[in-house]
Structures are given as C-alpha cells and as structure tokens.
C-alpha cells in the first residue's frame, strides 16, 4: 500500500537540515512531491515506528553515497527524532525547519536577523483514495484534497511543534540563541482579496511596525530598501527586476507605517522566463542599534485565461469505439507574442494524439483546431491538454468524459 504525497513550500540543502541557514547555497523549492509506504519497522526494535514510511523516487541528496531516501518513519519525523534511519533528518528538514536570515557582517562574521518557524512543510496532502480521477471542477478539487500536515508535525508554534524542533536541534548539537526584535515587516498584495496575473503590473505594500520593548522612545529606521527578482521553482532568484530605497523615518511605540511600490509589466517582462513566481524582500535597518531585520515574500503570478476546451455538444459521457470531438481553442489577451506553442495531450481512456505545433500568435491573435478522440477502454476518460511555449509557463485543462462498455 502506498501514497503519493505533495508539500507545499519544502527545503533541503548539505549542511544541515533542520534549520535553514539563508547564507548558504540552499533549494527552497514551492513544492515537491514524495511516497508513503505502510510496512513494519522491525529493524528499529519498537513497533510505535511501524505503519507509513517515506520514500521519494525522486532523492534531492545523496544518502550513504547513493541518491536514495527512505525509508523513514512518519513517526519519527514528526517527534524529531532524527537519529533515525534512514534519512528522517532530512525528512524533517523538508517538512519542519526554521528559516533563519544571517547578514555577513565580514568574511567570517555573520549576524542573526530574524527567523521564520512556520514558513515550511504547508499543506502537505494527498489524494482521498476514493477510487476516481482528478475532477476538472476547482472546488471539487480542493475536497478531494487530504490533508496530512498532522501527521508530519504538530500545529506551527504549539508547544509539541517547538518541542520536536528542539529535540531535533539538539541531537544536531545546534541550538541558537534567541535574537531581540525591534520591528516587524509584513508584505502583502494591495489588494489581499484579488489574484494577480502575468502581464499586468504587479502592486504590494510592505508594512514596517514598532514592536521595540522601549514604549516610551521612538524608533529611528535609517533606511528600508525593497527588491524584487525572478526566481524559479527552486526558488534561486535569476534577475533583479527592481530596487527601491526609502529613506529614514520615525515610528511611535506600536506604530506601524505602509511604503506602497507598483512594479510594472515592462519592468519584469524581459527579465523572467518560464516561471511565473518574484520574490519580494524588504529590509530595515534601525539608526541607534545598527539591527538590521527582513521579510522575504514569494507572489505567483496566475496565466490569464486564454486555454479553453470544449467538447462537441458538451457531452459527458460515450462508448467505447466511439469518437469524440474536442474543440482547443487559445487567445493571446498578453501583452506580447507568444512563440514556439506546442499543445501536448494526455489521456486515460482515450487514444493518445499527436502534439500539435502552433508556433507564434501574436498580441489579440487566436487558433483554434479540432480533433477526434476514440475512446479505447472503460473508465474515466480524463483529456489533458498541455499547451507548452517558449516565453509563458505551462497552460493546462482537463475534460472528463466517462466511458462504458459497448
């Protein structure tokens, strides 16, 4: 018996992995995806560690000299016992790790400035297993989501969550010592409640807030500087797109003051290439202590809507040996042309058609072709239609179709 797992937002790196030491050359991917298996641990001498074990066929590291992981308890990781075999420190690194930003103060000297406890191991889920396809309806998407982040790691910042970190940091030997804050930044979209998508510009606010013990004397920030990269999934920034200064200000005992920035479409479109996602960072430093402190956010740009699929006469349902007529139709509502389109399919009970080369369409230009389907087995009969292109991230829909017998 086996799952598939996905983690929304996971880490690893070859130095240590159950805190994450900015400084260094490390993968903070947006997603990766594991397996689970249900078998006996008789080799760790205690039955409380048998059931799920995590094994990835896809290992990031190499383990023993070997790219392999796994398998690992369930169990151990989320209690933090990472002197487990095989692989649940890294495990844990992946799912339970403290962020913590350093700024190099010289070649060897580097200064603490803040830590995230919650940022990594989100949403970690599977699929319900209850027996069909992957529905194309969004909502019914999300409740066909289980969700096991519990079984993985207690609530963030509940004191069983702390707890295991702390177990896992001192089997690691590498306790830290807590730093004092004076402020607090946040980043935010200008509008929290609307998407925001590639090729228009991009608005966010970044909010800077007293939060010194001293409620009686203002803070002095002598500079707040903004950046915003391209990054890809790995989350390695490619190119800076933008930086923007403010200079010193004051704030009251709990006072909190919002810098508003708008980055344009033409300032970041020449400067990714297949990732939608920029990450934002903002850093302070405070006049009187010399403190610096940061916030790092990551904002996903959504595909406008431009991929649509129809089925003839919205059927839902056919017959095995019958055909089907799919309607692909695509409008380029970017900004700019978009080159070396190619659709790509994918089916489950359907014969597998050729890809189909588009090339170029052009700012407001359209395509649009038809194609038959015939239906090769019973089942559900999901159609996945990939457009891939040179200069835009992958654009995908599905059609369910349920097949039956003759």
């Keep these: 018996m086996y799952l598939c797992i996905i983690e929304i937002i996971c880490t690893y790196n070859n130095f240590i992995c159950h805190v994450l030491k900015i400084y260094f050359l490390i993968n903070n991917r947006n997603f990766h995806v594991w397996n689970e298996i249900w078998t006996k641990r008789p080799d760790l001498q205690s039955s409380e560690l048998d059931g799920w074990q995590v094994i990835d066929a896809t290992p990031q590291e190499l383990s023993g000299g070997v790219y392999q992981c796994g398998p690992c308890p369930v169990k151990a990781v989320k209690h933090g016992l990472i002197y487990l075999p095989h692989d649940t420190v890294f495990v844990f690194g992946e799912v339970n790790c403290d962020v913590i930003y350093f700024e190099q103060r010289g070649q060897h000297t580097f200064k603490r400035m803040r830590t995230e406890r919650d940022s990594v191991g989100k949403n970690i889920s599977t699929k319900k297993p209850d027996g069909l396809g992957l529905t194309q309806d969004k909502i019914q998407q999300w409740l066909q989501r289980l969700d096991v982040t519990p079984l993985y790691k207690s609530k963030e910042k509940s004191a069983d969550e702390r707890l295991a970190v702390a177990r896992a940091m001192r089997y690691a030997g590498n306790e830290i010592e807590e730093e004092a804050q004076e402020i607090d930044i946040t980043i935010r979209p200008k509008k929290a409640e609307t998407e925001m998508y590639l090729g228009a510009d991009i608005p966010f606010v970044v909010y800077v807030k007293n939060v010194c013990e001293d409620k009686t004397n203002k803070l002095r920030i002598s500079r707040l500087t903004v950046n915003l990269s391209s990054i890809n999934y790995t989350g390695h920034k490619r190119n800076r797109v933008m930086k923007k200064e403010f200079s010193e200000f004051a704030l009251n005992p709990d006072e909190e003051r919002s810098f508003d920035v708008v980055v344009p479409w033409s300032d970041y479109k020449d400067k990714r290439k297949d990732s939608s996602d920029v990450s934002i960072s903002a850093v302070a430093t405070c006049l009187k202590s010399g403190n610096t402190f940061m916030e790092n956010a990551v904002i996903t740009l959504r595909n406008p809507e431009i ?100």
């Design 307 to 406: 991929l649509e699929i129809k089925v003839k006469q919205g059927i839902t349902k056919c017959k095995v040996d019958e055909d089907v007529e799919l309607s692909i139709s695509m409008k380029n509502v970017m900004p700019m042309q978009i080159g070396g389109i190619v659709v790509k399919f994918d089916t489950e009970c359907f014969e597998d058609p050729d890809d189909i080369k588009i090339g170029t369409i052009g700012i407001d230009e359209s395509f649009e072709r038809t194609l038959k389907l015939k239906a090769l087995r019973k089942g559900n009969g999901q159609i996945i239609v990939c457009v891939d292109s040179n200069n835009m991230p992958d654009m995908t829909d599905v059609v369910d179709i349920e097949v039956d017998d003759k």
